[in-house]
């Protein structure tokens, strides 16, 4: 069999799964795709392991190792997926945000900002260098 | 180490002791306080007498310890006691005792006892430390751990403005002297090979030193700093915004005087140098009489005493000027024990009329009847302070005069007789106005006439047994020991002679009787304008140390000044006519180094706070601006949408694909 039959399946496959993980909204349809690349990876090992022919056939030992990695993977991201949605509700993607930089200046989040506005950070300093 | 060494080295290290026991535990265990502020002094007071009885006149008693090899020059943990160092110690302990005795009545409500008699028991474990010590260095250590004290307790009632602005005051007034001190200190260091006292006076002695007037001239600013001469004695009176006990000890026994001890014990670096003797007598001349005319002036009952121990200090060290170490010394015991006692007899006087004002207290009758113990001990300590003969004033003073007229017929080696003369001259005019001065107080505070004092009902028995236990050294010790004290010192023969004797009190006479004339003369003026104030809660059970801190604090209030009050019933204002006005600030000098001084180091600190602030400052935020945009602009990309990153990342690995195509 001619190498480019795996060769374009696997990227097919491949094209498929990144359309998946860019454009799918659903987070576990987005874990599916990305099985779907994973599994486009190993297509190839395979057909180049055999194409190649490699006496120690690392590429099938490869495409092992990333079999096992990809259950371990899937596993971990349902676990994730499943936690996400019980603590709110959706397993929306694009809702899923909380990691967003927040729109303000370094430190302005705990409270005391140093260096975030001038008018109020001038007594600061005053009274830390009476208490001092 | 012998057993007086020992023992002397318990002196300083008992009070020591009870100051750290009563830091620690003065919150914990209250109960305590009050015997770990009084106990161990009194047995550094026996341990002391124990010290100079053993000592005795005999040779000076050494004990070393290698402090520090330090390449060069070795510190050493000496102990070295002589006669001088001996009686001096019993003094200090003494006083200091009193005074610790005396607080726990007059500080008996104060929430921060227990940290102030810690102080002052460190206070006293330091100045025994100076007394004892042979090594420069250990002295210093001393000194400076006195300042600091100081300046805590003259801080005590933090709370008023005066005080805080005197204790800095006292703590920089005396730094700016000891930073000269401590490169005298090091000047001498240098020639002797050793910071050992001994060392030094021998090396100086034998003419080993290289530049003994410009050492003596360093050591004399510390000197002029501790002991209050001009022109660093302003911190003094200032310095009476603190308890009346911490002016007892400090301010009139001990701290003050640990200045003159210096001197005296190293009296042969200064004889070396005729032009430090002429510098150090031009500055007690000065001292004695600006002080004297101040002292007319004051309304403060306790800065007239604070004027006249910078008087008394200008005393020690005009007899220091002239060579004269024993008269200085003689002096100084004598001017220790009845100084503490007249300022603890003032404690007493405030405490029962209620005011610090001797204005106030000349409007008030019956003052004399309701405090009789303050009003007799008062009359006891100034009549020694007049030098009234027989009290001890009268002998230590003339010791002084006589060293002075001695120096004066050019009979004393090393020194020149101008410099005697000088002595002579300005103690006979203070003499005067010791007189004056004194009169003036006893009469203004318990001649005075007017609506009955506020009845306080007794004074509490450790305040007014003190005073009955420091005036019978005021009117003994001088006429006890002026010819055995000698013998412990430099053999110099102490008693007084006719003519200075005579000459001096005479005029301390003359003294009494003119401000007498002024008082009757004043005394339909007196009578005429009413004026004064007492603090409103001058109840009998109130704390006496809250009286007095009241009372300051609402001196310039009523008055419209610290230290003077314009009253036409005060002799002191007849006497002095134009003057007047001047004395009672201490001739304005303050004014005068509030502008030389202090105005420029403000202005300068105004301008490294514009450095700081405003050029500094806009650079350091300048250059946090930059970083600061260019991260707003990043930020944008972070939405937290996973989806975007991976879009992102497929971008630029798809770019670099590209490029990595094109390239090859």
């Given at each position: 069999?001619?190498?480019?039959?795996?060769?374009?399946?696997?990227?097919?496959l491949?094209?498929?799964?990144?359309?998946?993980?860019?454009?799918?909204?659903?987070?576990?349809?987005v874990l599916?795709?990305?099985?779907?690349?994973?599994?486009?990876?190993?297509?190839?090992l395979?057909?180049?392991?055999?194409?190649?022919s490699?006496?120690?056939?690392?590429?099938?030992?490869?495409?092992?190792?990333?079999?096992?990695?990809?259950?371990?993977?899937i596993?971990?991201?349902?676990a994730?997926?499943?936690?996400v949605?019980?603590?709110?509700?959706?397993?929306?993607i694009?809702?899923?945000?909380?990691?967003?930089?927040?729109?303000?200046?370094?430190?302005?989040?705990?409270?005391?900002?140093?260096?975030?506005?001038?008018?109020?950070?001038?007594?600061?300093?005053?009274?830390?260098?009476?208490t001092? | 180490?012998?057993?007086?060494?020992?023992?002397?080295?318990?002196?300083?290290?008992?009070?020591?002791l009870?100051?750290?026991?009563?830091?620690?535990?003065?919150?914990?265990?209250?109960?305590?306080?009050?015997?770990?502020?009084?106990?161990?002094?009194?047995?550094?007071?026996?341990?002391?007498?124990?010290v100079?009885?053993r000592?005795?006149?005999?040779?000076?008693?050494?004990?070393?310890h290698?402090?520090?090899?330090?390449?060069?020059?070795?510190?050493?943990?000496?102990?070295?006691?002589d006669?001088?160092?001996?009686?001096?110690?019993?003094?200090?302990?003494?006083?200091?005792?009193?005074?610790?005795i005396?607080?726990?009545?007059?500080?008996?409500?104060?929430?921060?006892?227990p940290?102030?008699?810690?102080?002052?028991?460190?206070?006293?474990?330091?100045?025994?430390?100076?007394?004892?010590?042979?090594?420069?260095?250990?002295?210093?250590?001393?000194?400076?751990v006195?300042?600091?004290?100081?300046?805590?307790?003259?801080?005590?009632?933090?709370?008023?403005?005066?005080?805080?602005?005197?204790?800095?005051?006292?703590?920089?007034?005396?730094?700016?002297?000891?930073?000269?001190?401590?490169?005298?200190?090091?000047?001498?260091?240098?020639?002797?090979?050793?910071?050992?006292?001994?060392d030094?006076?021998?090396?100086?002695?034998?003419?080993g030193?290289?530049?003994?007037?410009?050492?003596?001239?360093?050591?004399?600013?510390?000197?002029?700093?501790?002991?209050?001469?001009?022109?660093?004695?302003?911190?003094?009176?200032?310095?009476?915004a603190?308890?009346?006990?911490?002016?007892?000890?400090?301010?009139?026994?001990?701290?003050?005087?640990?200045?003159?001890?210096?001197?005296?014990?190293?009296?042969?670096?200064?004889?070396?140098?005729?032009?430090?003797?002429?510098?150090?007598?031009?500055?007690?001349?000065?001292?004695?009489?600006?002080?004297?005319?101040?002292?007319?002036?004051?309304?403060?009952?306790?800065?007239?005493?604070?004027?006249?121990?910078?008087?008394q200090?200008?005393?020690?060290?005009?007899?220091?000027?002239?060579?004269?170490?024993?008269?200085?010394?003689?002096?100084?015991?004598?001017?220790?024990?009845?100084k503490?006692?007249?300022?603890?007899?003032?404690?007493?006087?405030?405490?029962?009329?209620?005011?610090?004002?001797?204005t106030?207290?000349?409007?008030?009758?019956?003052?004399?009847?309701?405090?009789?113990?303050?009003?007799?001990?008062m009359?006891?300590?100034?009549?020694?302070l007049?030098?009234?003969?027989?009290?001890?004033?009268?002998?230590?003073?003339?010791?002084v005069?006589?060293?002075?007229?001695?120096?004066?017929?050019g009979d004393?080696?090393?020194?020149?007789?101008?410099?005697?003369?000088?002595?002579?001259?300005?103690?006979?005019?203070?003499?005067?106005?010791?007189?004056g001065?004194?009169?003036?107080?006893f009469?203004?505070?318990?001649?005075?006439?007017?609506?009955?004092?506020?009845?306080?009902?007794r004074?509490p028995?450790p305040?007014?047994?003190?005073?009955?236990?420091?005036?019978?050294?005021?009117?003994?010790?001088?006429?006890?020991?002026?010819?055995?004290?000698?013998?412990?010192?430099?053999?110099?023969?102490?008693?007084?002679?006719?003519?200075?004797?005579?000459?001096?009190?005479?005029?301390?006479?003359?003294?009494?009787?003119?401000?007498?004339?002024?008082?009757?003369?004043?005394?339909?003026?007196?009578?005429?304008?009413?004026?004064?104030?007492?603090?409103?809660?001058?109840?009998?059970?109130?704390?006496?140390?809250?009286?007095?801190?009241?009372?300051?604090?609402?001196?310039?209030?009523?008055?419209?000044?610290i230290?003077?009050?314009?009253?036409?019933?005060?002799p002191?204002?007849?006497?002095?006519?134009?003057?007047h006005?001047?004395?009672?600030h201490?001739?304005?000098?303050?004014?005068?180094?509030?502008?030389?001084?202090?105005?420029?180091?403000?202005?300068a600190?105004?301008?490294?706070?514009?450095?700081?602030?405003?050029?500094?400052?806009?650079?350091?935020?300048?250059?946090?601006?930059?970083?600061?945009?260019?991260?707003?602009?990043v930020?944008?990309?972070?939405?937290?949408?996973v989806?975007?990153?991976?879009?992102?990342?497929?971008?630029?690995?798809?770019?670099?694909?590209v490029l990595?195509?094109?390239?090859?």
């Amino acid at each position: 069999m001619h190498l480019v039959y795996p060769a374009v399946l696997a990227s097919l496959l491949f094209a498929v799964g990144l359309y998946g993980v860019l454009a799918r909204r659903n987070a576990i349809l987005v874990l599916m795709s990305v099985e779907l690349m994973l599994n486009a990876v190993n297509l190839d090992l395979v057909a180049f392991d055999r194409w190649l022919s490699d006496s120690l056939h690392s590429g099938q030992a490869l495409t092992l190792f990333t079999i096992t990695i990809a259950a371990a993977e899937i596993g971990l991201g349902l676990a994730i997926v499943l936690l996400v949605y019980r603590n709110r509700g959706t397993a929306d993607i694009d809702r899923v945000t909380g990691l967003a930089d927040p729109g303000r200046p370094l430190g302005g989040d705990s409270g005391g900002a140093p260096d975030s506005d001038p008018a109020t950070d001038t007594p600061d300093d005053e009274k830390a260098e009476a208490t001092a | 180490m012998t057993l007086t060494a020992s023992l002397a080295a318990l002196v300083p290290a008992l009070p020591f002791l009870g100051a750290a026991f009563g830091l620690l535990l003065g919150r914990r265990a209250p109960g305590f306080v009050r015997p770990l502020a009084v106990l161990p002094a009194l047995t550094s007071l026996v341990l002391a007498a124990l010290v100079a009885a053993r000592q005795g006149p005999g040779q000076t008693t050494d004990a070393a310890h290698r402090l520090t090899p330090t390449g060069s020059v070795p510190i050493d943990l000496a102990l070295s006691i002589d006669g001088f160092g001996a009686v001096i110690a019993v003094l200090v302990a003494l006083v200091a005792t009193c005074v610790q005795i005396y607080s726990v009545s007059y500080l008996r409500d104060d929430p921060r006892y227990p940290s102030y008699a810690a102080v002052v028991n460190l206070f006293t474990a330091a100045m025994l430390l100076v007394v004892y010590t042979g090594d420069l260095m250990v002295l210093l250590v001393g000194w400076e751990v006195m300042g600091i004290c100081s300046y805590f307790l003259v801080g005590h009632y933090w709370e008023t403005e005066a005080a805080r602005a005197a204790s800095v005051k006292a703590f920089l007034v005396t730094k700016l002297g000891d930073v000269p001190f401590l490169i005298g200190v090091f000047a001498l260091a240098a020639d002797a090979h050793s910071f050992r006292i001994g060392d030094i006076t021998t090396t100086a002695t034998g003419g080993g030193l290289h530049h003994p007037t410009v050492d003596a001239l360093l050591l004399l600013a510390g000197v002029a700093g501790k002991s209050a001469q001009f022109p660093l004695h302003t911190w003094l009176p200032d310095a009476m915004a603190g308890p009346t006990p911490v002016s007892a000890l400090i301010h009139a026994a001990t701290m003050v005087a640990a200045g003159i001890y210096l001197v005296a014990r190293l009296l042969p670096v200064f004889t070396a140098s005729a032009a430090a003797l002429a510098v150090l007598a031009a500055m007690s001349a000065v001292t004695m009489i600006g002080s004297g005319l101040a002292a007319l002036a004051q309304d403060d009952i306790k800065r007239v005493l604070a004027y006249s121990t910078i008087g008394q200090l200008g005393y020690m060290a005009g007899a220091l000027a002239v060579g004269n170490r024993d008269a200085a010394m003689f002096h100084l015991l004598s001017h220790g024990v009845f100084k503490a006692l007249l300022f603890l007899s003032a404690g007493v006087v405030i405490h029962a009329s209620g005011t610090n004002s001797l204005t106030a207290m000349s409007r008030m009758g019956g003052l004399a009847r309701r405090v009789p113990d303050a009003m007799w001990t008062m009359a006891i300590g100034l009549a020694a302070l007049a030098a009234i003969p027989p009290l001890s004033g009268f002998f230590s003073k003339e010791s002084v005069l006589r060293a002075a007229e001695h120096a004066a017929a050019g009979d004393t080696l090393h020194v020149p007789s101008a410099v005697g003369w000088t002595v002579l001259v300005a103690g006979m005019l203070t003499a005067l106005l010791t007189g004056g001065y004194a009169t003036r107080l006893f009469l203004l505070a318990f001649r005075g006439s007017g609506p009955e004092a506020p009845d306080h009902g007794r004074q509490p028995l450790p305040m007014t047994g003190v005073l009955w236990v420091l005036a019978v050294p005021a009117v003994a010790f001088g006429g006890l020991t002026y010819r055995r004290l000698p013998d412990w010192l430099d053999k110099v023969p102490l008693g007084p002679t006719l003519t200075t004797a005579v000459l001096g009190t005479g005029l301390s006479l003359v003294g009494v009787l003119v401000v007498l004339g002024a008082w009757r003369a004043v005394s339909e003026a007196r009578r005429q304008v009413p004026m004064g104030a007492v603090v409103e809660n001058a109840d009998a059970d109130v704390e006496p140390a809250l009286v007095e801190a009241e009372a300051i604090a609402t001196h310039t209030r009523v008055y419209g000044d610290i230290a003077a009050a314009d009253d036409p019933g005060d002799p002191g204002r007849l006497l002095l006519g134009p003057l007047h006005a001047a004395a009672g600030h201490g001739f304005r000098l303050d004014a005068a180094y509030h502008t030389l001084f202090v105005r420029p180091v403000l202005a300068a600190a105004g301008l490294v706070r514009f450095l700081d602030r405003d050029v500094v400052e806009t650079w350091v935020k300048g250059a946090a601006g930059a970083p600061n945009l260019l991260g707003a602009a990043v930020r944008k990309a972070q939405t937290g949408n996973v989806q975007t990153y991976l879009s992102a990342l497929l971008a630029g690995a798809v770019v670099l694909a590209v490029l990595v195509a094109v390239g090859s």
